[in-house]
C-alpha cells in the first residue's frame, strides 16, 4: 500500500456521513416548502373538488347522459314537471331554433320567423338568450343547429353546487364538510327541482352567486368604484341574459350591496356606481328587445302565481317526512310558481341554528339588504295572503296598482332568494361547531333524501318524448317541401274553452315543429305579445292549417284540403291530397289547457 493512502480512504470514508446529512438537509429545505404547498394547494382545491362532484352526481341523478348531450329522444317533443311546462319547453325550443337559424337584426334577440310579420323576440319565447346566443354562434361556425339546452340543464345543477360553496366559504365555512353539505342541499333544492320544465328558471345559482357578490363588498376594508361597477355591471347583465325574474332579484341584491358599502363609507361614489349601473342595464334591456314587444308589459295573475305562508315549512313532495302532500301546497291555483318547501335537510338545519344564527347576524348592519329581501317577501306573498287553504288577508290595490304588479305577476317566484340566504347562513352557523361535520352530512343526507320524489318525476319526465297530438314524423316529411305554415287562427287567437284544448296543444307543437325544420310560421305562444289574427296571403309553398273551423267556401275555393274533427289542412296546389292526410291530428288531447305563466 502507497504511504499516505489508507489515511485518505479514512478521510474519505469520515467524510461520507456528513455529505449524506448536507443531502439530507438540502432535500428537507427543498421537500418543506413543497409539502407546505401541496398541503395549501390540497386544503384549497379539495372542497371545490367536492363540490364539483356533487354538482355533477346531482345532474346525473335527475338526467341520462344522452339528455345532457341533447340527443336523447326526449328533446323531440320535451315535457317537465312544473305546470304548463309541455307548453313552456317547446315554446322556448321553437324560439331557440328559430333564432340561431336567422339573421343578426336589432334588437338582438330579434326573431324573424315566429308569429307575424314583425316576429317576435327570443326573450319572449323564453329560451334563454345567453344559449340562443351561442348557439348561433355554433351554427355560424358549423352550419348545424347545435341542441345545447341539455347541457345548460347539466351546468345549471353544477353550477348550484359551485355557487353554494362559494357563499358559505365566503360566510366562514371553509372546510370540506361545509362545502359538501352546501353543494349537496343545492343541488336538492326543492324550489331547483321543481322548476323543471321551465329552462331558464332551472338557473337559480346566480342568487347565490348575487349574495356572493353582497358579502364581498361587505367583507372588503376599500372599494373602488370602477371595479365594483364592472363586477355588478357583469352579474346583473349575465341574469338579464337568462330571465328577468332572475334579474330583477339579482339587480336588487346587487343594488342593496352596493348602496350598503356606500352607507358605511368604504365605497366612495357609490350613487354614481349606482346611476352608472341603472344606465347601463337599461340599455342592456333596450338592446335584448324587453322593450320591443307590441304587447302589453303587464299582465294579469298578481295574487295568483303568490307564495303560500306555509310553503316553506309544510312538507310537500317529501321523502322523509310522512303526512306531507303530494303536490305543492296552492291555495289559488296558480301558488305552484310559489313553491318553496325548504326540505327536509335544511329545515332541520334552521332549527338547530336559529338561535346561533339570530345572534350572530344583525340586521340593523343590513338595512339595505333587509329591504329588499322585505320587498321579496311582500311580493312573494302578494296582496292575497294565503296560509294554506285560508285567505288570511287581502289587501285591495287600485287598478294602476295591480296593472304595475303585473309585470311580476308570477310573484312566488321571489321567495327563492331567502330560501338561498336561509341555507347558506344556517350551513355556515352550524360549521364553526366543533360537532358540525356530524350535522352537516346528516343534513345534506337528509336533504338529498327528501327530494326522491321530485327527482323521480323529473327523471321520469326525461325517460322519452311527450305524447303528441300530430305526426312528428309525417310532419317533418312535409316541412321540409314548405316555404311557409300558416295557422288560421294562430295560437293566440284560439279560444281559451276547454273544447279547444287540442287545437292549443296543435298550434305549439306546429310552431315547435316549424322553427325546428327552419320554415317561417304565423303562429306564436309567447309572453307580452299582441295577436295577430289576420289571415296572411298564401303562397304555392305555404301550407293552411284551420284549427277547429267548419269549412270556409271563401277561404278554401281555390285549395286542396283534407279535414277530420279537429282541423284542416290545406295546399293551392291541386296534386297535394295525398300528402295532406297524414298530417291530420291524432284523435284526442294529452295534455290540460294552456293556463301556466
Known sequence: MQPGRGSMIRDIALQRPK??????????????????????????????????????????????????????????????????????????LSGYDAFVRGAWGWPVFHIAG???????????????????LMGRLLFRATRQVIPLFGAWSGLCM?????????????????????????????????????????????????LPLAFLFYVRLHQAARLHAPAVFGQASALCLGALLVHPYLFFMVSGIAAAGVAQAGTDRRLRGAAGVL??????????????????????????????YSTNLLSPFYPQLSGVIPGGLPFALDGTGGQYEGFAYLGAGLL??????????????????????????????????????????????????????????????????????????LAALAV???????????????????????????????????TGPGPAVLDIAAWQAVLSRLDRVVVDPPLACLPSAPGRVWQQQAAVQIQFMAAQAGVPTNTLAAARTRPDCALPPLTP?????????????????????????????????????????????????????????
Not at 338526467?63 to 319547453?89: E, H, K, N, Q
Request: aromatic share 6%; proline share 6%.
Open 275 to 304: 346611476a352608472a349601473l341603472a344606465a347601463v342595464l337599461g340599455a342592456g334591456v333596450a338592446a335584448m328587445g324587453y322593450l320591443s314587444g307590441d304587447g302589453p308589459v303587464a299582465d294579469t295573475g298578481f295574487g295568483l
Open 114 to 132: 315566429l308569429g307575424g310579420a314583425a316576429g317576435t323576440q327570443a326573450i319572449f319565447t323564453d329560451s334563454t338568450p345567453v344559449v340562443a
Open 348 to 421: 332541520m338545519l334552521m332549527l338547530v341554528s336559529l338561535l346561533p344564527l339570530a345572534r350572530r347576524v344583525s340586521a340593523v348592519r343590513h338595512p339595505w339588504l333587509l329591504a329588499v329581501m322585505v320587498s321579496f317577501a311582500v311580493l312573494a306573498v302578494s296582496n292575497r295572503v294565503m296560509l294554506g287553504d285560508m285567505l288570511l288577508l287581502e289587501v285591495p290595490l287600485p287598478d294602476w296598482a295591480m296593472h304595475a304588479a303585473g309585470v311580476v305577476r308570477s310573484s312566488g317566484r321571489f321567495a327563492w332568494p331567502g330560501v338561498y340566504l
Open 19 to 92: 455529505r449524506t446529512a448536507d443531502l439530507s438537509l438540502s432535500a428537507a429545505v427543498i421537500a418543506a416548502p413543497l409539502h407546505l404547498a401541496a398541503q395549501i394547494i390540497l386544503k384549497t382545491t379539495w372542497p371545490w373538488l367536492l363540490s364539483l362532484a356533487i354538482g355533477v352526481v346531482g345532474a346525473l341523478a335527475l338526467f341520462p347522459v344522452p339528455v345532457l348531450l341533447g340527443r336523447a329522444p326526449f328533446w323531440t317533443l320535451p315535457r317537465g314537471i312544473v305546470g304548463g311546462s309541455w307548453a313552456d319547453m317547446e315554446i322556448a
Open 428 to 462: 355556515a352557523t352550524v360549521a364553526r361547531w366543533r360537532w358540525s361535520p356530524a350535522v352537516l352530512l346528516l343534513a345534506a343526507g337528509l336533504q338529498w333524501v327528501d327530494v326522491e320524489p321530485l327527482r323521480h318525476l323529473v327523471g321520469a319526465s326525461v
Open 158 to 206: 353544477v353550477g348550484m353546487a359551485l355557487a353554494s360553496t362559494a357563499l358559505v366559504r365566503a360566510l366562514g365555512a371553509r372546510g370540506a364538510c361545509a362545502a359538501a353539505a352546501a353543494a349537496a342541499i343545492g343541488v336538492s333544492m326543492p324550489a331547483l327541482l321543481a322548476r323543471w320544465g321551465h329552462l331558464s328558471l332551472m338557473a337559480q345559482a346566480l
Open 541 to 597: 309553398g305555404s301550407l293552411l292549417v284551420r284549427l277547429g273551423l267548419v269549412a270556409d267556401t271563401a277561404v278554401e275555393r281555390d285549395l286542396t284540403c283534407r279535414r277530420d274533427a279537429n282541423m284542416a289542412v290545406c295546399r293551392m296546389a291541386r296534386d297535394d291530397a295525398e300528402m295532406l292526410l297524414p298530417l291530420l291530428g291524432i284523435n284526442g288531447s294529452v295534455e290540460p289547457s294552456l293556463t301556466a305563466p
